[in-house]
């Protein structure tokens, strides 16, 4: 057991699975996001980076950890809510690619703007954990505490997120909203407010995706790019519209990743996440864990 | 009570309603008939704020639904059930019951127990998905979850569509029985002329976006005309 | 003027090769005009012009989007580079061809699985490949020069062009202007063929597609080949300007490949005027010109260049453009153009 925890295999699937765990997170909200309004969100990693600046910057003026982490989420809400209502309302019955163009203005905006505004001071973000690794019998296991409070705070998101959605009745909402949105304001569900709702809690999610990925690192701009890109394929290969398949497959984009990273090299791995998007479109373009549901008249 | 006052709708170059006026009083059932592309939908539609009229004017009791939004419509007590009746293929019958009950401040088990008491059938399949049940009990399930949330009027789009003729049948006795237990005003717009002037009591026949004829469901059926051109029924 | 609309209609090929060769005739005349630096500015202008008109061609045309085709530029670019350092003989359009040829079929493995994909799959998926570009080249130093990149010669005149300079510049006078005569002929015969591609069968299929793909398909067109067609073409063209943009600049870094040049192509795009040719010629200019756009900016807003928030101003008036073009006026500067022609034609007609 304890030669298993320190072997190769055994660090690699840790390191995947912290790497995984963010960036099923990220792929989560897009889905949601999608799901709701039919936009891919180009900008949810700058957008959460952006409101991770806003309350992690503090950290380097002696503010608590923890108050710049519920900061960092609550400016996500509200950048993600103003997104929704200024950027994407107009938009709404415009050609499809009228969202995608304003969204990737939107992240090369953020992506200006935030080294515009906090200069890159290269300072790390402290962790409220300790980061030195387990030992198990003089040899280290690839876990510490720090990494065990990131894949905690990312599994535990979700499994929130999961409650939400099936079992409140503001999730109920969301999903009706989303599915059936004219049904749904015959029923008297405000389904505007509810898109709205939607983008808040895409974008508080991926701040709160920043905040993983920013601690014990330094802030940058551009920290969620790459995991941005990688949730997209988990996403795509799940078929954009399962958030199940999205954390399925951002975990296991995050094990792939880890392993290429581990055996092969580290300047491979963005080109593995786009063949195996090829390949899973290639044999089912609609998505792995997407369920045809079929009406029987 | 509904009231509709010359009501005219315009999609782009096409007139789908023209100076449209009749209403539809409480405890009564007011029959809309017409051909296919008459504007019966329509009509349902402006009147749930969907589509926007050119002008005219829409009340309930004395409220003008006029520039409300739909679910404000909605949450005045106005029932719709769409045509193809907009069951939420995806969640369960339970679930479909629940979302209709959330707008109102109801109470959600013992408008489920109500809701069951009246369609058994969807108490058996509560946890099963709508998507698995048959044209009857969709429409029962559509039914229902309009119904959940205690409306005053209850708009009907082509409940018969689709279903076999006892299913109809006995579709329009629940709705001939609610409409009088509950006091509801019910529009129901109709293809099936037929099963609609049997239990209504007002008519009204649209032809192409206009009023051709409006009375009691008794006089509409009793004109030879009316029966022959635009109901579709040959006289015996 | 008569004759002139009768030649348009009658021969169509023959007017808009007639109508490319005069504007391009003027733009090398201009070139004799302007300073080594400005005919520099020019030169790579041209180089972008070609990837935007065939960016415009794929989302103004065919409804789809790209984000990837500044790694197909890259692929145009290092195709480019290493053919050049061991063949110097070759002749710069045979260069030039063969990264066309080469950013076409990275283009075509690209779209063969995505195409049957709609918008927001296909821009994901190019945006993730243009994220793969720059750590592939990092990872074949022996190959690609890693972050350091790989360098070239410079287009030089030929005798008989540098021979009509003179002065004690002559020598940088003529290599500058010959580089923008070269690539404003490129990009004159790529537009051209642009052109014809608007106002083909395969263009018109096209908008059918953008419009209603369904219905496209009831008429017989076979979606996914079109669909693919388009993208490949897009990508043979940002082949060709990436390669270009190598030759002019005597080096490729993989650097200059990251996805900020695919969200600066979608820019110019947009604000030129999605799916015209007088768009993708502006997107050009405004590429030429974006740091004397930016520096004016800087003026007006007094904002210190040399600040942070200076530094990264270019990203932020960009950004912003790009967002309030597609919120505001969706049909860029070719649009807005010819609103106000239309207004300007109404207000004569009052009087």
């Known amino acids: ?297 | 009570m509904i009231r509709v006052e010359r009501l005219s709708v315009v999609y782009g170059a096409v007139r789908a309603l023209t100076d449209v006026s009749f209403g539809a009083p409480a405890g009564r059932i007011t029959a809309v008939l017409g051909a296919n592309g008459a504007g019966k939908t329509t009509l349902l539609r402006t009147i749930s704020g969907l589509v926007k009229p050119t002008s005219g004017a829409i009340f309930c009791d004395e409220t003008s639904l006029l520039g409300l939004a739909t679910e404000n419509i909605a949450r005045l007590g106005i029932g719709h059930v769409p045509e193809g009746r907009g069951v939420i293929a995806e969640f369960t019958v339970e679930e479909n019951l629940r979302l209709g009950i959330l707008a109102s401040r109801a109470n959600v088990s013992e408008g489920l127990a109500r809701q069951f008491a009246l369609f058994p059938v969807l108490g058996e399949r509560r946890k099963q998905y709508a998507s698995t049940l048959s044209g009857g009990e969709r429409q029962m399930l559509a039914m229902a979850r309009a119904l959940i949330a205690k409306p005053s009027v209850l708009l009907l789009d082509e409940p018969s569509l689709g279903l076999a003729p006892q299913v109809t049948a006995e579709m329009m006795r629940t709705i001939s029985e609610l409409c009088a237990s509950e006091n509801l005003t019910v529009v129901l717009v109709e293809q099936n002329a037929k099963s609609a002037l049997r239990i209504a009591h007002d008519a009204v026949v649209l032809h192409l976006g206009t009023v051709i004829a409006s009375g009691s469901a008794s006089e509409v059926a009793d004109n030879s005309d009316l029966r022959r051109y635009y109901l579709g029924l040959v006289t015996p | ?351």
């Open chain 1, 1 to 297: 057991m304890s030669t298993l925890l320190t072997s190769r295999i055994m660090t690699d699937v840790f390191g995947g699975i912290t790497s995984g765990a963010v960036i099923a997170l990220v792929a989560l909200c897009l889905v949601i996001v999608w799901k709701s309004t039919n936009v891919l969100n180009f900008a949810q990693g700058a957008m959460g980076m952006f409101a991770t600046f806003v309350g992690m910057n503090l950290v380097f003026h002696d503010t608590n950890y923890w108050l710049c982490l519920v900061l960092s989420v609550a400016t996500g809400l509200v950048v993600g809510g103003l997104t929704e209502r200024v950027l994407i309302r107009p938009l709404y019955g415009k050609p499809e690619i009228n969202p995608i163009v304003v969204m990737v203005g939107f992240l090369g905006l953020l992506e200006a703007l935030v080294p515009a505004i906090w200069a890159s001071s290269f300072n790390t973000v402290p962790s409220p954990f300790s980061q030195v690794y387990f030992q198990s019998h003089g040899n280290t296991v690839l876990l510490s505490p720090f990494v065990l409070y990131q894949i905690a705070l990312a599994l535990g998101v979700m499994l929130v997120v999961a409650l939400l959605f099936q079992y409140t009745t503001l999730g109920l909402k969301m999903r009706a909203a989303a599915l059936a949105p004219e049904v749904s304001r015959l029923l008297g569900v405000r389904v505007n407010r509810l898109l709205t709702l939607g983008w808040m809690l895409s974008s508080g999610i991926g701040a709160l995706a920043g905040v993983i990925v920013s601690t014990g690192h330094t802030l940058d701009a551009t920290n969620l790019d790459g995991i941005f890109v990688s949730a997209f394929i988990a996403a795509a290969v799940g078929g954009l519209e399962s958030p199940l398949g999205a954390v399925i497959g951002g975990l296991l984009i995050g094990l792939a990743q880890q392993f290429i990273l581990n055996y092969w090299s580290a300047n491979l791995a963005p080109l593995a996440g786009v063949i195996v998007l090829l390949i899973s479109l290639a044999i089912k373009p609609q998505g792995i864990f997407t369920r045809t549901v079929t009406r029987r008249v």
């Open chain 3, 1 to 351: 003027m008569k004759w002139l609309t009768t030649l348009r209609d009658a021969r169509p090929t023959t007017s808009r090769a007639l109508g490319i060769t005069l504007l391009t005739l003027l733009a090398l005349l201009i070139t004799f005009r302007l300073s080594a630096l400005d005919d520099a500015k020019l030169a790579s202008g041209a180089a972008i012009a070609i990837v935007v008109v065939g960016l415009s061609w794929l989302i103004g045309w065919s409804g789809q989007v790209s984000l990837g085709n500044s790694g197909f530029m890259a692929v145009g670019a290092y195709v480019t580079a290493i053919w050049a350092n061991h063949h110097a003989t070759t002749p710069i359009f045979v260069t030039l061809l063969l990264a066309t040829g080469c950013g076409a079929l990275s283009g075509l493995v690209l779209a063969l699985p995505s195409t049957r994909l709609r918008g927001p799959y296909l821009a994901g998926m190019t945006l993730a490949f243009s994220f793969a570009v720059v750590p592939l080249a990092l990872n074949f130093p022996s190959v690609t020069g890693a972050s350091s990149g790989l360098t070239l010669n410079f287009l030089n005149a030929p005798s008989w062009f540098a021979g009509l300079f003179t002065g004690p510049q002559a020598t940088v006078n003529a290599n500058a202007q010959w580089s923008a005569d070269v690539a404003i002929v490129v990009a004159a015969v790529a537009f051209f063929f642009m052109a014809n591609l608007f106002h083909s069968r395969t263009g018109r299929a096209m908008r059918l597609i953008r419009d209603n793909d369904v219905a496209a398909e009831l008429t017989g067109v076979n979606l996914p080949r079109t669909r693919t067609l388009a993208f490949v073409i897009s990508a043979a063209y940002a082949g060709l300007g990436g390669s270009l943009l190598t030759l002019l600049n005597g080096s490729v870094t993989p650097q200059t490949y990251s996805i900020a040049l695919s969200i600066l192509l979608l820019t110019l795009m947009v604000l030129g005027g999605i799916g015209t040719l007088s768009g993708a010629v502006l997107g050009g200019l405004i590429y030429s010109y974006s740091d004397n756009l930016v520096s004016l900016v800087n003026k007006v807003t007094g904002v210190n260049p040399a600040s942070t928030f200076g530094a990264n101003l270019k990203g932020i008036v960009f950004g912003a453009l790009l967002i309030l073009t597609m919120l505001l006026a969706p049909r860029g500067l070719v649009g807005l153009g010819s609103q106000l022609v239309r207004l300007f034609a109404q207000l004569r007609n009052r009087t």
